[in-house]
């Protein structure tokens, strides 16, 4: 079983919204959804098409049920391992993004991914001839130009510098202290410039807590590994985790009535989820259904409700995995439209836009109800 992933491929998002024309000014918000101190809700920006009209639509539609969207790019190495003042497309390409979540009343959480969200076992996009390690010093440059350029243009209240960093930490243990000193610099230096900006990484909940035998090196189930968490103590703004329960249990019912609480007691720091979902159908050898998408929001908030700063659930809509599987493959990411196919149901509501039984929950919880 492979380790649960990011379903958004960040390169097609990219290439849509590169294609919405000249960059237009950044609408302001009247008001940041952080600004009341309770929980923001939000989702990843993944249309139901992987087509420009799609996104556009989607969008507006993301604006009735979230607060905010999180961005989850790539690094644009090449263009930013001498200087974080690169005439970049990828700027232009998360200029758009914000855009269009600003004119559709949406903040923006940003984390910057150097690896794989389909397989974090391996660097996403990384140059010919440049070393896969977090010690090579192009990659390091290139990630700590590239946080220092977000945080300058975008201002993002939320800055997260890579994802589920622990199934990262347990496929290669030798490296994990070179991107530990990676994050530690670059935490620093984004506090120098923006010392209000809310820096974390996210760390994959059923694999920290051991629950995927596959890759559990031996551990107990439920034998937590939170030295790999507070190793980033005292640089951690938020504790800040992803969850897909559905490839560990049979139904959202069986998930324990404490299994996040342990958040609770480890930290007093936010909590946040920055991912996470459950199928509403069977996907392979996992099971899935409505009623276990609304036992997971149930569970996320009845255990961590109050505490938690921000709230990401991976898609609002279902999508058309042969539309995505076209782009994907376009852009040499063919190998990873099976893994892709596994969240293709996540969606709180169909691909046709229908909504299932967990849209209106979700929504009541935004409402504060």
């Given at each position: 079983m492979k380790r649960m992933l990011c379903m958004l491929c960040a390169i097609v998002?990219?290439?849509i919204a590169c294609d919405l024309g000249q960059l237009a000014p950044i609408p302001s918000l009247e008001t940041s959804p952080f600004a009341s101190g309770e929980t923001v809700f939000g989702f990843f920006p993944s249309?139901?098409?992987a087509s420009e009209q799609s996104i556009l639509n989607h969008y507006r539609t993301l604006g009735r049920h979230a607060d905010v969207?999180?961005?989850q790019q790539p690094v644009a190495w090449r263009d930013f391992y001498e200087t974080a003042e690169a005439d970049s497309p990828a700027i232009k390409d998360i200029h758009n993004q914000y855009v269009l979540a600003r004119q559709n009343g949406m903040d923006v959480i940003f984390v910057v991914d150097p690896?794989?969200?389909?397989?974090?076992?391996?660097?996403l996009g990384l140059p010919v001839g440049w070393e896969a390690s977090f010690a090579n010093?192009?990659?390091r440059s290139a990630i700590t130009h590239y946080a220092l350029r977000i945080v300058r243009e975008f201002h993002p209240p939320y800055l997260g510098l890579a994802s589920e960093i622990n199934t990262y930490a347990d496929a290669f243990p030798e490296d994990f202290p070179n991107y530990l000193s990676l994050y530690q610099s670059v935490y620093d230096a984004i506090k120098v410039e923006a010392p209000a900006t809310q820096v974390f990484v996210t760390f994959q909940w059923e694999d920290l807590n051991n629950l995927i035998p596959i890759v559990a090196e031996g551990r107990s189930p439920y034998?937590?590994?939170w030295?790999?968490?507070e190793a980033f103590e005292p640089r951690l703004d938020a504790w800040v985790i992803s969850s897909y329960p559905f490839v560990v249990f049979q139904s959202a019912s069986e998930v324990p009535d404490d299994y996040y609480a342990p958040l609770l007691g480890r930290t007093s720091k936010p909590l946040a989820v920055a991912e996470g979902g459950y199928t509403s159908?069977?996907?392979g050898p996992f099971p899935g259904a409505p009623e276990d998408q609304m036992g997971y929001l149930r569970a996320i908030h009845d255990q961590l409700g109050p505490r938690l700063r921000f709230w990401i659930y991976l898609l609002l809509s279902d999508f058309n995995l042969e539309s995505y599987a076209k782009m994907m493959r376009d852009q040499g990411q063919g190998q990873d439209v099976e893994t892709l196919g596994m969240f293709a149901a996540v969606g709180l509501t169909r691909f046709d836009g229908t909504p299932k039984p967990a849209l209106e929950l979700w929504d009541t919880y935004r409402a504060g109800e």
């Open positions: 998002l990219a290439s249309p139901p098409e969207i999180l961005l690896l794989n969200g389909l397989n974090r076992r391996e660097f010093p192009q990659i034998q937590t590994n030295e790999t968490v159908q069977p996907v």
